[in-house]
């Protein structure tokens, strides 16, 4: 219980919120966000940057400051001057931004861009347009804007899906008493033969062939948990890499694999757990990185991988302090 | 007379192993189409490759070209992505031992027959639907060959 209580710290030390549009920001607690006054008055020699710094976290906030008080750009108020400031609703309005472009992100990953481009530019262009409304302070656009950018780009990550062609993938593997094991991950199915015997196997299910043995019936692969930690846009500043999950029901093991790229083509660790946790004494250098979770059922089949979660690693940086864990994706927009 | 009889019984055995391997080379193709090659696109960790004919395993390099009997053997957290024309790919597991057994196009109907061995290990193929009639796609195991299965056609 003690390790438990260990490992989750670590795992809340390791974890920060990464805002959608790239840069590193960490969003203000939400009790300094009920907090903000509505108006304030300039001291002397203070920028609106460093307001914006003050009470938002985020110096670029300046921009929609200038905005709700019609200063002109790069432009600073007199000392003494009162100006209002941004209210509760930015907060909103920046999680519905940030949620609409994980789903453009997400729409592109899955080949919209390509697939369905008209329906991802309209996203895209939506997503351009709530941008412009949130710098103009025009919250309430914004907040629409960033609303239907996430249904468009959801459209367009449909229609995707639907239009692109449709890859096999399949999985074997053969221990070392000679026993083969055959997944199929997606597609047209295989035909698995020995023994003078075939099984066919479609998408989803598996088998398992004994040496010397025809194929055994096929069966449904188990899927992949949820309540995945760290979650998706996770800055990860400690070497230690706390991973957690749901238990899948009939699972037996766990297969983490991280890999360099959101398709798991570059693949650089995995790991094998018996447990719903893992902690993982990272030796890899700072960057970006991808994580996929897989189960393995008591035949030893492993199930379809969990959809990429995106983390960075700021090891060399971090100091383990300050940090804030990101709202649970799965308690998010889901399928 | 004793002496030639056993020369001409042995003369016969030898075309007859002759004609087995011919069945067995006819069997594994080469000789039917024009032979292919893959490549390494991708490799982490300790991965070596052995080249038909060749002794001395080599550390594997991005765009390594790999022909048909060449070996890829990925030792621990280590992995490669081996990639065949028309875009497929194989991805071999940490610890894994695979063979290149049949990497050929058919000139007259462009249907591409492509074989891997694994040894030991895991492997992961990713490959768009077989179009071509005759294409194949298999992976062998020392107890089981899985083929993939062609795309149904719906007619609606």
Sequence with gaps: ?335 | MLLLVCLCFLAVSCDCNRDAGKEQKQDAGPGQGILRTARIVFSSGNVRVKKSGSMEWLPARRDMELSIDDKVRTLRDSFANIEFESGGLLRVGPESLVVVTDLRLEPVDQARRYTFTLMEGKVEAELSALEKGASEFKIRTSSAETSLLHREVAFQ
């Design chain 1, 1 to 335: 219980m003690k390790g438990f209580v260990t490992t989750i710290s670590l795992a809340a030390l390791a974890t920060l919120v990464v805002p959608a549009w790239g840069q590193v920001r960490e969003p203000p607690a939400a009790s300094a966000v009920s907090k903000l006054p509505a108006k304030i008055k300039i001291s002397k020699d203070q920028t609106l940057e460093e307001i914006a710094e003050k009470f938002f976290g985020d110096p670029s906030a300046a921009v929609e400051i200038r905005a709700l008080n019609s200063i002109a750009d790069g432009e600073q108020p007199d000392s003494g001057a009162e100006i209002r400031l941004p209210g509760q609703e930015r907060d909103r309005v920046l999680t519905a931004l940030r949620v609409a472009t994980q789903a453009l992100a997400q729409a592109n990953a899955d080949g919209a861009s390509e697939f369905a481009p008209k329906d991802y530019k309209s996203a895209a262009d939506s997503l351009d347009r709530a941008k412009k409304a949130l710098s103009r302070a025009a919250y309430a656009e914004c907040r629409r804007l960033a609303d239907e950018t996430w249904a468009l780009a959801r459209q367009a990550r449909k229609a995707s899906l639907a239009k692109r062609p449709k890859k096999n993938r399949f999985e074997v593997s053969v221990d070392r008493k000679g026993d083969t094991r055959v997944a199929v991950l997606s597609g047209d199915g295989v035909k698995v033969s020995a023994g003078k015997k075939s099984k066919t196997v479609k998408q989803g299910h598996a088998v398992r062939v004994e040496a010397g043995q025809a194929p055994s019936d096929s069966y449904p692969l188990l899927d992949p948990p949820t309540r995945l930690l760290p979650a998706k846009g996770s800055i990860l500043v400690t070497a230690a890499i706390y991973f957690n999950w749901k238990p899948v029901a009939g699972a037996t093991r766990y297969v983490i694999l991280i890999a360099g790229d959101p398709h798991g083509q570059q693949a650089i660790r995995q790991m094998t757990t018996e447990n719903t946790s893992l902690l993982f004494k990272s030796s890899l250098p700072d960057g970006q990185y991808y994580w996929f979770i897989r189960t393995v059922d008591p035949r030893g089949l492993v199930g379809r991988a969990s959809p990429a979660r995106k983390f960075i690693l700021r090891a060399s940086r971090g100091n383990g302090s300050n940090i804030k864990q990101p709202a649970h994706e799965d308690a998010g927009h889901g399928d």
